[in-house]
């Protein structure tokens, strides 16, 4: 079953003969549990892709359905939603809030559903202890290392249990054995079941993981399942 | 389960701004606290004014007319005919009256001070009833009696007593008036209605005539009227008083001179009514500026909250509660500080302590006001930052 489904999709920046197309009628499918890597140089437009499979930017062209639901057609409310239930993101630079602890920084993953305080802590806690934070819940990103602090913003975007988890260059800022660390959560996590799209211009990265789908120009210039895990 | 955070969520939201950066925070609500402070402090106090003068009216009585002689038509103070003090008691709707009759002396602390100093203290002989008749107060001693007024006694007003040195009366106090010996019997408080008392010796009418002559001329007549009548009487006493020259008469009313000062206060009331205004929006001005560098700076943070699931309303009621809850916290500051002012003044003017919470709840219903309305330019701001900001490299 298809989780996520791109057809035809294609941007524009700006009109006239200003306009700039970073995706020209790209066609995706993600199933249900896939783990899969987005690779390509600067500018291939992953980044831009990445925008479009998270919604967080809609297609000048083409169709992206969630879940089974075309969202092209949602407005920026249903989006917005949308987001909140069925996307996690895990970003290049942990984008945590500085002056909040690791549980609140978590618990804000669930704040937009409208899940209740308690709860949301209660749920917040179990993700942080998911991730392997279990003894620092209290400690604000200042007190964690890089690592640390990706792990909280993984638990952040898992937290709510989302269809996909959609990860941007998530060891880009940290340090090899940290990044290894990320990259086994996310093994463990794709064990579990989540269906993990991840971005990287790092071939090394894409490599070990069962489907790799490279962009170039705009283009998808090759999708490669190699079959091991599924 | 709701679809969207709920109130409680959507005020701890809005706080986390504030808490977030306290300093900041604080500096830009100062601006409408000070503008409040002004606003509430100064109704504050001219409310507590009002109620005391009203409270000090009700005490006194609106209903005294004074009778004095005004100018002829040669702009030469005028006379009143000795005839018009019993002319003007036997006037129906005059309920009761006293007069002052001027004495030719001076008063002096001693027979050594010289004659020409008088120290602006004026000698009068005073009916027996007139301490009732101007609601005097005496604060040493006792009023001229039928004994007393034979005597050289004496009564002082406040200022005379002071200019004289006199405080207490414990010793047996004696000045020099005219060219004999007075025992100063008594001291009054400050006459609220009769302020030229303050400055004036009184002494009997019986030793005066002993002393100065039969024919003492009245000075002032003061009235008290059936407070139903005041402003018929008010025309007929002059008539009364001086039937062949009635414009040569003056007569006032004292309750209304102290009601005009009332009236006048409040255009200074306005005034600075109109400064804290000036102030309070220099400090909505400060609140806007605050939101609009605050929304800049957080660009990432709305991206981030997009994508975990916050609508454009949901960003834009968290940055404008962030501006009211800054914009009150300005205004409750502003309130605290307009009433202990207000209370610290009125204690020391001796006034009742009158709490304005009119004026607290209108300065925190204006600061409401100037948060939603400065807050709603860098909430549409916020609000439109669009949810790919989130991933924007750096």
């Not at chain 1, 990445?50 to 930017?57: F, K, S, T, V």
């Not at chain 2, 005490?59 to 019993?86: F, I, K």
């Not at chain 2, 006694?153 to 004289?164: D, F, I, P």
């Not at chain 2, 019986?206 to 002559?213: E, M, R």
């Amino acid at each position: 079953m298809s989780v996520l489904e791109l057809q035809g999709v294609t941007r524009t920046y700006g009109t006239g003969s200003a306009a700039l197309t970073v995706l020209h009628g790209v066609d995706l499918t993600v199933e249900q549990g896939e783990y899969l890597a987005v690779v390509g140089p600067s500018g291939s437009g992953k980044s831009t892709l990445l925008n479009i499979m998270g919604a967080l930017d809609r297609p000048t062209t083409g169709r992206v359905v969630l879940d089974g639901d075309d969202l092209t057609t949602f407005s920026d409310a249903r989006l917005s939603r949308m987001r909140g239930t069925h996307l996690g993101f895990v970003f290049q630079q942990f984008f945590l809030l500085e002056r909040r602890s690791a549980l609140e920084n978590v618990s804000d993953g669930l704040l937009y559903q409208g899940v209740r305080r308690a709860e949301r802590r209660r749920r917040a806690a179990d993700a942080l202890r998911r991730v392997g934070l279990g003894a620092r819940l209290d400690h604000a990103p200042g007190e964690l290392s890089g690592g640390e602090c990706q792990r909280v913003a993984v638990a952040r975007a898992l937290v709510h249990r989302p269809r996909i988890l959609l990860a941007d260059e998530p060891t880009g800022n940290l340090d090899s054995a940290s990044g290894r660390a990320v990259l086994e959560l996310f093994d463990v996590l794709h064990e579990e079941g989540a269906t993990i799209v991840l971005i990287t211009h790092d071939e090394s990265i894409a490599a070990r993981m069962p489907r790799m789908v490279a962009m170039r120009d705009g283009h998808i210039e090759s999708d490669v399942r190699r079959g091991v895990a599924a | 389960m709701r679809a969207s955070p709920g109130p409680a969520d959507r005020l701890r939201l809005g706080a986390l701004g504030l808490t977030s950066r306290k300093g900041r925070a604080a500096l830009s609500a100062l601006g409408v606290a000070i503008g409040i402070t002004a606003m509430v402090g100064v109704l504050g106090l001219s409310e507590s004014s009002r109620a005391d003068l009203n409270e000090q009216l009700d005490a006194l009585g609106t209903n005294l007319l004074v009778v004095s002689p005004g100018q002829d038509m040669m702009g030469e103070d005028a006379t009143l005919p000795d005839a018009s003090v019993s002319m003007i008691s036997r006037v129906p709707t005059v309920q009761s009256s006293a007069a002052t009759y001027a004495v030719d002396a001076s008063v002096r602390k001693t027979d050594q001070v010289p004659d020409e100093q008088t120290s602006g203290i004026a000698v009068a002989a005073a009916s027996p009833g007139l301490v009732d008749a101007v609601s005097a107060e005496l604060r040493e001693g006792r009023w001229l009696d039928a004994a007393t007024e034979k005597y050289p006694a004496v009564v002082l007003g406040s200022t005379a007593a002071r200019r004289l040195a006199v405080g207490s009366l414990d010793a047996g106090v004696r000045v020099w008036l005219g060219d004999q010996w007075f025992a100063v019997v008594g001291i009054l408080e400050p006459v609220v209605l009769a302020p030229e008392l303050n400055e004036t010796a009184l002494i009997g009418p019986s030793v005066a005539k002993t002393l100065y002559g039969d024919e003492l001329p009245p000075t002032t007549v003061y009235t008290r009227i059936d407070p139903t009548q005041i402003a018929a009487t008010r025309d007929l006493l002059g008539r009364t008083a001086n039937p062949s020259a009635p414009t040569e008469v003056s007569v006032s009313r004292p309750s209304d001179a102290l009601e005009a000062q009332a009236a006048a206060d409040e255009s200074l009331t306005t005034l600075t009514l109109g400064l804290g205004a000036v102030a309070l929006l220099v400090g909505a001005v400060g609140i806007a500026n605050v939101m609009v560098i605050s929304v800049l700076e957080r660009r990432r943070e709305i991206g981030v909250r997009r994508a975990l699931g916050a609508t454009r309303a949901g960003i834009g009621t968290q940055f404008l509660t962030e501006s009211v809850l800054l914009s009150l916290l300005g205004g409750l500051i502003g309130g605290v500080l307009g009433v202990a002012l207000t209370t610290a003044f009125a204690v020391r003017q001796d006034w009742g302590v009158v709490l304005p919470w009119q004026p607290v709840l209108a300065g925190l219903g204006c600061s409401l006001l100037v948060g939603t309305v400065v807050g709603l330019y860098p909430a549409l701001r916020a609000a439109s930052v669009p949810p790919t900001e989130a991933l924007r490299s750096m």
